[in-house]
């Protein structure tokens, strides 16, 4: 059991150039989230979606896009990298978000991204 | 505006006791996590509190007090493999986290 994948690992990017991030579940999660986390502060959300076909924006979305055709994907896109995005991102996962459940979220390994 | 606050690092000795203290102030309130974090890896679930008083899990044990808007997260009998971040996070009406900015706990021999 994998859990949650995120691919690439780490990636140096050009600024302007567009970069899709890859998340990949397989606990048959409802929800799932975007992140960003940079030195001295907490994780910033940045995209979520409570379940397949819905997405909402979180705190910081400016710049960034998602999409969640199905269950298990939940891709983040980059459209036009400027260096304030370099950061490490993590995708994470929960079984429910809302009434009747404060499910906990489990976290993908992270992509480190540097946009230059 | 929401927010939470613990301190930016912390150091204790192997075999003893620490308190990682978490103030919060959120919309709402569903519930506050703590997460643990080594350098370079993903965090990772170490407990949860929406009711108020003392949840314990082997060495690690949480407190939540609501009307304080106050938590810990207490580790005992501290090992080498402690050493890392501890995230601190509340859960708010909308049922999104808010993060702290975390805690780094060095542990020396």
């Known amino acids: 059991i994998a859990g949650i994948t995120q691919a690439p690992t780490s990636q140096i990017l050009a600024a302007g150039r567009r970069m899709t991030l890859r998340c990949t579940q397989d606990?048959?999660?409802?929800?799932m989230y975007w992140y960003r986390q940079d030195l001295g502060l907490g994780l910033r959300l940045i995209h979520y979606?409570?379940?397949?076909?819905?997405?909402g924006k979180g705190e910081v979305p400016d710049g960034y896009s998602v999409s969640r055709a199905n269950t298990d994907d939940f891709p983040l896109t980059l459209a036009s990298a400027v260096p304030s995005q370099t950061s490490v991102y993590f995708c994470?996962?929960?079984?429910?978000?809302?009434?009747?459940?404060?499910?906990?979220?489990?976290f993908g390994p992270g992509t480190r991204l540097t946009v230059l | 505006g929401q927010n939470i606050d613990q301190p930016t690092e912390m150091t204790a000795t192997e075999g003893a006791i620490v308190q990682i203290n978490c103030t919060y102030q959120?919309?709402?309130?569903?519930?506050l996590f703590w997460y643990q974090q080594h350098a370079g890896e993903a965090p990772t679930f170490l407990s949860y509190?929406?009711l108020d008083g003392l949840e314990e899990k082997g060495r690690f044990s949480s407190f939540l007090s609501r009307s304080k808007g106050y938590s810990y997260l207490l580790l005992k009998e501290l090992q080498m493999k402690d050493s890392a971040s501890y995230l601190c996070?509340?859960?708010?009406?909308?049922?999104?986290?808010?993060w702290g900015a975390g805690t780094k706990l060095i542990i020396k021999p």
């Open positions: 994470a996962s929960s079984d429910s978000s809302g009434p009747g459940g404060a499910d906990t979220q489990y």
């Open positions: 606990m048959r999660h409802n929800a």
């Open positions: 979606s409570n379940t397949a076909g819905t997405t």
């Open positions: 959120t919309s709402g309130f569903n519930g």
């Open positions: 509190n929406v």
């Open positions: 996070a509340a859960m708010d009406s909308n049922y999104q986290l808010i």
